[in-house]
């Protein structure tokens, strides 16, 4: 079944990725891997759950805010290779939640990103990652998502 | 010589790993390279060393939390490939010491893992890293290793 | 255009790397690809700008670090291959920054390492990253860059 059919049905919208504001790329494109920068849970260029988790920000709120860092990273794929449906395997996605020390939450913040991949690519989308917490992200966002995708 | 054996000499065990809580695997496999997702010090299900290192974990617990965490990734990888007679080379370790911002010694505690790939696989132990500080850890670990291994 | 004529060019020197203190390497070459491990901002084996960023250490200050980290990177990979003229393609940059956890200027201060590749490379050094806020770095160092090096 084709990936970007899949997103459709699941009234996913595809974003088209900014231009990093630095001397960096979106993504680069390997031997048909894709490293994806690490991506902050913008909509329409607003940043959304800034903050730290476990202060201002909730498990939740950085659950949804990893959800979308994700289908960002899907829009930079789709932006360097034309259509996630030549998305082959997602292979890790590397988990950053801004979080208090004491807290051993950042699984379930990063779930946001796992589950959407795995909504929308189903087997193909199960990768390995690491959630871990991290002392302040860029703009003070509550959560940042990098990826490797492996392209056909 | 074998590497399985080695381990048998040195007393150690390979783990079987758990199923991940999450829409994640333990490791993914592409083009002869393993990720192995994040390991935890988890020995029999159970967490070892919990907490800050600097604070209430000591250097020397959580080099023996790294240690573990080497080794069960090493779990994940023989359940992936059936040996790890099949392991030619460990290319990085991901180390990540949940400790006190001051602090500067994340290098000592991720030995632990540089160390336990050295004495089983030598050369091909020998492997690129980075050791950093994190404000937070799933489960309230205090160390976490992911892997990047090739195998042939 | 050689890079190591415009490094020549630009003043900048590509210095030997030190040998790790531990049981892992600089750097990893597999399949054309090098991992070069997380390196601080050392010259001539003193840690320039110790520190947390935010608090001691400014962050023109990290910036500066992180272009002398990633120059020590190409010096790891220059000690690997020869020259780095057979660099094909910086492909990522990790970016530490030991910072407190309000704070969101991890962008610029791995901008340096960002700058430094792209003043050297052009097109070829322009790459993947993310850059977070870390908890404590290796001997107390305000920044740290790992990089993966696509080399022909």
């Given at each position: 079944?084709?990936?970007?059919?899949?997103?459709e049905?699941?009234?996913?919208?595809?974003?088209?990725?900014?231009?990093?504001?630095?001397?960096y790329?979106?993504?680069?494109?390997?031997?048909?891997?894709?490293?994806?920068?690490?991506?902050?849970?913008?909509?329409?260029?607003?940043?959304?759950f800034?903050?730290?988790?476990?202060?201002?920000?909730?498990?939740?709120?950085?659950?949804?805010?990893a959800?979308?860092?994700?289908?960002?990273?899907?829009?930079?794929?789709?932006?360097?290779?034309?259509?996630?449906?030549?998305?082959?395997?997602?292979?890790?996605?590397?988990?950053?939640?801004?979080?208090?020390?004491?807290?051993?939450?950042?699984?379930?913040?990063?779930?946001?990103?796992?589950?959407?991949?795995?909504?929308?690519?189903g087997?193909?989308?199960?990768?390995?990652?690491?959630?871990?917490?991290?002392?302040?992200?860029?703009?003070?966002?509550?959560?940042?998502?990098?990826?490797?995708?492996?392209?056909?």
């Amino acid at each position: 079944m084709s990936f970007e059919k899949k997103m459709e049905e699941l009234g996913m919208k595809i974003p088209v990725p900014g231009k990093p504001a630095a001397a960096y790329e979106p993504g680069v494109l390997v031997d048909n891997m894709i490293y994806v920068s690490g991506q902050l849970p913008m909509v329409d260029g607003s940043l959304q759950f800034p903050g730290v988790v476990g202060e201002t920000v909730t498990e939740e709120q950085a659950y949804q805010g990893a959800r979308i860092c994700a289908i960002n990273a899907l829009g930079v794929v789709k932006s360097m290779i034309g259509s996630l449906d030549r998305v082959e395997r997602i292979v890790k996605v590397e988990g950053f939640v801004n979080s208090v020390q004491e807290a051993g939450y950042q699984p379930k913040c990063i779930n946001g990103a796992s589950d959407v991949l795995v909504e929308i690519f189903g087997e193909a989308g199960k990768h390995a990652r690491f959630a871990i917490g991290t002392s302040g992200l860029p703009l003070g966002s509550s959560v940042e998502v990098g990826m490797i995708v492996k392209v056909k």
